[in-house]
């Protein structure tokens, strides 16, 4: 059984819950004064569950907070249960407009409507706007879609493990995803530039600038479930985007699970990330581009067996690498710091590469594991310097180092680099192995020719390609603590971090200490590739 009630905008006001227009300084649409309020709908779904739709014409959410449970005490004794979990339904694209701060406390629940197009669901952090979403391990923040029952029928549900982690397994591109944009700087013609799957006539879609310190506020514990719809011509949005976002922006401990695009895409800016986990998406675990120059450590990419294609596109911009936009050669490059990665594809289609640099992008990967890609690093060379990334490689912009490449393509060598586009200089892959002597023995990179001891993970090699989509409680990602003839890690060798960033000391490849056990690593408890019992 199902009650309803909608509140009025003023006792809304009452329970302070009145979303309060911005003027058209505080807002970047230009007729924000003009739009309708933004709407939020009060709703019993059962005597545990209540329900606040959202609905955003113009002018954003508002500062507003976004709660666990239902307070009875503030908002009227709504039904006899005290102790209700909150969901929060976004009713298309639901923005926080400049000015405006979005609270989001820990263990709260987002879902979004699905839709395709201008139906499309999502919630965008504008340019000057701000989330706080400070998730606990115990206690994580959920966005997903409406049709996940996350909330159990009957009882007090007040713990995370509580919750129905095992909904809609396998299921992409529901609603649109959590979007960040901000006004760090890029390396495109323009200094701002609209995102990825946000309509380009919505003037709030903007990103970039000229502030690489620029805070788009705090997402920490996190898990970002069923996302990347299309809204129009192909063009979905990912799972986690982030758009011209500062270094004064923290993104940590955050899973981006069954995306039908990529999991998490960074488009330029200084943002930084840690303990980042991908899952199940349908393209590219990672994709980096437009002058991004971020620090990062501990990142996970794990592939399903029925689609997926890279770990990381790394591109200098976001166009197509054999016609790059005028930004290719532009400033700042794209050149970020990753640290200790651990990359799991399913060595299937032409696009399975660890990483491709195209579009005169860079690197720098330090302590990395790899598994199950038809090729390991794979960089562009063309003619035109303003394509090439392997001139990115001779000018140590792009680095490899301390990493193990297992069961990739056909043999121990041969594809450990792949060169691609144009003409490569003959000697290109010996100057690869003679800068890291790729599968010399004791040396920086080595490349396994076959599945090792403590390094399998079973592709299906059936027709539906389900074997790692299926919730069994045995996943491992964690490697054994000896990798017979991997390289030493490397734990010196990189300029001091930017302010606010850590290097974690983790004298270990990938982004799991071999000492300690799956169901006690960093990914444990909070996400649902834990919960939903992968392992």
């Not at 002597?437 to 539906?464: D, F, H, K, M, R």
Request: aromatic content about 10%; glycine content about 12%.
């Amino acid at each position: 059984m199902k009650f309803f009630a909608l509140r009025s905008w003023a006792l809304l006001a009452v329970l302070g819950f009145y979303l309060t227009a911005c003027s058209s300084n505080d807002d970047p649409a230009p007729t924000t004064s003009e739009a309708p309020a933004t709407t939020i709908t009060r709703s019993r779904v059962s005597l545990n569950l209540v329900q606040y739709t959202i609905k955003d014409f113009g002018r954003g959410i508002g500062t507003f907070t976004m709660n666990k449970l239902e307070n009875a005490a503030a908002e009227g004794s709504f039904a006899a249960n005290a102790n209700a979990r909150v969901q929060y339904i976004l009713d298309g694209l639901v923005f926080v407009n400049d000015g405006q701060v979005l609270t989001v406390q820990a263990g709260a629940i987002i879902k979004a409507r699905s839709g395709t197009g201008d139906n499309a669901s999502a919630l965008v952090v504008a340019r000057g706007g701000r989330i706080s979403a400070a998730g606990t391990a115990t206690d994580p923040i959920v966005m997903t879609a409406e049709a996940d029952n996350l909330v159990p029928n009957t009882g007090t549900v007040t713990d995370y493990s509580q919750l129905n982690h095992g909904n809609l397994i396998g299921q992409r591109g529901l609603w649109g995803g959590l979007v960040l944009l901000g006004r760090a700087s890029l390396n495109r013609a323009t200094a701002e530039t609209n995102i990825e799957g946000i309509p380009s006539t919505n003037v709030r879609g903007l990103y970039g600038g000229t502030n690489d310190a620029d805070n788009s506020g705090t997402v920490r514990y996190m898990s970002i479930r069923h996302t990347g719809t299309d809204i129009g011509a192909g063009n979905e949005l990912q799972g986690l985007t982030l758009g011209g976002v500062g270094s004064a922006t923290t993104v940590e401990y955050v899973e981006s699970i069954y995306s039908n695009d990529d999991g998490i895409e960074i488009f330029g800016g200084t943002v930084n990330t840690k303990w980042i986990l991908v899952a199940f998406n349908d393209d590219d675990a990672f994709d980096y581009d437009q002058g991004w120059r971020g620090w990062n450590q501990f990142w996970v990419a794990y592939s399903g067996d029925d689609v997926s294609n890279r770990g990381c596109e790394c591109d200098g911009d976001d166009s197509n690498a054999s016609t790059p936009s005028v930004s290719t050669n532009g400033t700042p490059f794209t050149r970020p710091y990753i640290f200790n990665a651990t990359l799991i594809g399913r060595k299937s289609g032409s696009e399975s590469q660890a990483m491709e640099f195209r579009a005169n992008s860079g690197g720098l990967w330090y302590n990395v594991h790899v598994e199950d890609f038809n090729s390991g690093p794979r960089l562009q060379y063309e003619a035109a310097a303003a394509l090439s990334s392997w001139r990115r490689f001779r000018t140590g912009n792009i680095a490899v180092r301390g990493a193990v490449f297992n069961n990739i393509g056909t043999g121990v060598n041969t594809n450990a680099l792949l060169i691609m586009g144009g003409s490569p200089p003959t000697d290109s892959l010996n100057v690869w192995r003679a800068t890291y002597g790729t599968g010399a023995g004791t040396t920086e990179i080595v490349a396994l020719g076959a599945v090792s001891t403590g390094l399998n993970y079973p592709i299906s090699t059936t027709t539906a390609g389900t074997a790692r989509l299926t919730p069994a409680g045995t996943l491992d990602l964690v490697p054994d603590a000896s990798i017979s003839g991997a390289p030493a890690a490397i734990t010196t060798g990189w300029p001091a971090p930017p302010a606010g960033f850590t290097v974690t000391t983790a004298a270990y490849l990938g982004a799991f200490d071999p000492a300690v056990a799956m169901n006690a690593s960093w990914i444990s408890g909070w996400t649902k590739l834990d919960r939903a019992n992968f392992f």
